[in-house]
């Protein structure tokens, strides 16, 4: 029986595992992810991302490897009975720097965030390793693991289970996953040279049978068809089923080249805890939701990118162990959010009662006529966004921008023309200041303290004062506003220094006089330990040298 360290352990080699070993592996954490299967999965199973996910790829440096299996600015359109549009969604901002709506080919995204992980010596990816049993204890988790080659036992500081809706992680932490499966099911077929061939997608509220026809990318588009009470799974695998379903939506059904098919059911479930001690769920692990608004992957995708900087900070005694009991408490309200609104949204698209769907037709056609309700629904202002009103952040005022996400405008630096913001960032924190020197601005004792934390000092200025060298400083990024988009955020908001999070979160923001004690209590609320480590300048990641697992939780314990 073999023995090896680490300080992470991630179960599950899907999206949600693949992008949080990215994000550990950037910070120099030492993670190994385990999976039962011996590959990925090779078919496509969400199809939308949004712009929040996309800006995490952009963070990990895998964005440019994804975008050409994508099709972005995807227009979605929900039709009546007769073919009629009902609602449309063509959101046309990009104020996170990304379409808001991108359809995709999973596989093959998941393909390059593997790829992604052969940039790391430290990242180990064990397949056909299915978890046995797991056992943690005040400064380790031991966990067993099958192989073709026996049983192999592994520690880390901190496991994470990405495991999906069954997850045995979920399990083994005694956690509930409460909720309901709904007794509807759906038939999904995706099908190889496009048969439409129209880029968007469509819903169809039909009391007969309502339906989804959804655009991905490289000529793939995916049918989906509701399996009424009386017809049996076996009848909707039967390719005649099948053909007759197709009929509806292309002139020849039997010409059609099938990638798969399958009959499943939309569950509204989460987790009791997202954590249990050295234990956490991301993902389906920890939520499930029904498909309609897209939300499942990319709500996944937003697990990772908040749960992997504050595994990194503690991991590299950079933050106490506190900081991750943030994580259930930020994520947990948005992502009840987006299953309550799923779940609603297939409730209005699903009745079969032909009275109930023409109430609901006349409703969303009356709705429709009021511009602002339209809006409403095109620019998809419905959607959840985050916003943390506790956990890792602090508001200085009810009307704080705190706990929000910042706005990712293009900008020029000295050096760099037409950039988005984050690559100007970084991947670790950042203090901005508008028109102002940071410096000066936060005072020595806390421009010294975030720069022990590794942050990035950026100075953001209107363009035409980009090459004024008044008030250079080799440890600020002088940022000029290229689009008008930063002074934009200013101008509606009264606080002029803005502290972020790696994952892009506003930890903190006040008017310029106040950005010493905000410093302060931004230390005191994210667990932050300034003194001590080092980070490389160049790009703002922990240099950090992993250690044996009970020498480095022995650490950990001496920190929080």
């Not at 759906?186 to 997608?201: F, M, Q, R, Y």
């Not at 910042?406 to 988005?420: A, E, I, K, S």
């Amino acid at each position: 029986m073999a023995s090896t360290d680490f300080d992470v352990i991630i179960v599950g080699a899907g999206p949600v595992g693949l992008t949080l070993a990215n994000i550990l592996g950037l910070q120099g954490i030492r993670a190994l992810v385990v999976e039962e299967r011996s590959t990925l999965i090779d078919y496509p199973r969400g199809v939308g991302l949004d712009d929040e996910a996309l800006r995490t790829f952009q963070s990990i440096g895998l964005v440019d490897n994804i975008l050409p299996h994508t099709v972005p600015n995807q227009i979605l359109r929900f039709y009546d009975a007769k073919r009629r549009v009902l609602a449309e969604m063509a959101p046309p901002d990009a104020r996170f720097g990304w379409p808001k709506r991108n359809g995709f080919v999973q596989p093959l995204v998941d393909a390059e965030l593997l790829r992604g992980l052969d940039r790391f010596d430290h990242i180990e990816v064990w397949w056909s390793h299915p978890m046995i049993s797991c056992k943690q204890d005040a400064d380790v988790v031991t966990v067993e693991l099958g192989g073709n080659d026996g049983t192999t036992t592994v520690r880390a500081r901190y496991v994470v289970g990405c495991d999906g809706g069954r997850s045995m992680t979920r399990g083994m932490m005694g956690v509930s996953f409460d909720g309901t499966t709904s007794p509807t099911r759906w038939l999904v077929v995706d099908i190889a040279n496009d048969p439409l061939g129209h880029p968007n997608s469509e819903v169809g509220a039909d009391p007969d049978r309502p339906y989804a026809s959804i655009s991905i990318a490289h000529g793939i588009r995916r049918f989906e068809f509701m399996i009424h009470a009386h017809e049996s799974d076996e009848k909707a695998q039967d390719p005649d089923f099948l053909r007759e379903m197709l009929a509806r939506m292309v002139p020849y059904p039997d010409r059609v080249e099938v990638i798969r098919r399958r009959v499943y059911t939309h569950h509204s479930r989460i987790a009791g805890a997202f954590r249990a001690g050295r234990m956490l769920l991301a993902g389906d692990a920890a939520h499930l939701m029904p498909v309609w608004q897209g939300q499942g992957y990319n709500s996944g995708i937003r697990d990772a990118a908040n749960l992997g900087w504050k595994l990194a900070a503690v991991v590299a005694g950079r933050a106490g162990d506190a900081l991750l009991d943030t994580y259930d408490v930020e994520r947990r309200k948005h992502a009840r959010a987006m299953i309550d609104l799923s779940t609603m949204v297939g409730r209005v698209i699903s009745p079969t009662n032909r009275r109930v769907a023409g109430a609901r037709d006349v409703l969303i056609r009356s709705a429709s006529i009021v511009p602002t309700l339209k809006r409403y629904v095109l620019e998809m202002r419905f959607k959840p966004m985050p916003r943390y009103e506790h956990g890792a952040v602090v508001h200085g005022r009810p009307e704080s921008p705190a706990g929000t996400l910042f706005v990712q405008p293009r900008v020029d630096t000295r050096t760099q023309p037409n950039v988005l913001l984050d690559d100007v960032l970084g991947p670790w924190f950042a203090v901005l200041c508008w028109n102002n020197d940071p410096r000066k601005i936060l005072g020595e004792q806390a421009f010294a303290d975030w720069k022990a934390l590794g942050a990035r000092f950026v100075a953001l200025r209107p363009l035409t004062q980009l090459h004024w060298a008044g008030q250079d400083d080799p440890d600020v990024v002088i940022v000029g506003d290229r689009s008008g988009g930063l002074k934009a955020w200013f101008d509606a908001h009264p606080e002029s220094v803005v502290f972020l999070r790696p994952d892009r979160c506003i930890a903190g923001a006040c008017i310029a006089q106040r950005s010493p004690e905000l410093s302060k209590a931004l230390i005191e609320a994210l667990a932050l330990t300034p003194q001590g480590g080092e980070f490389d300048s160049a790009t703002g990641s922990l240099l950090y040298v992993p250690q044996p697992a009970s020498e480095s939780t022995g650490a950990a314990a001496g920190s929080a």
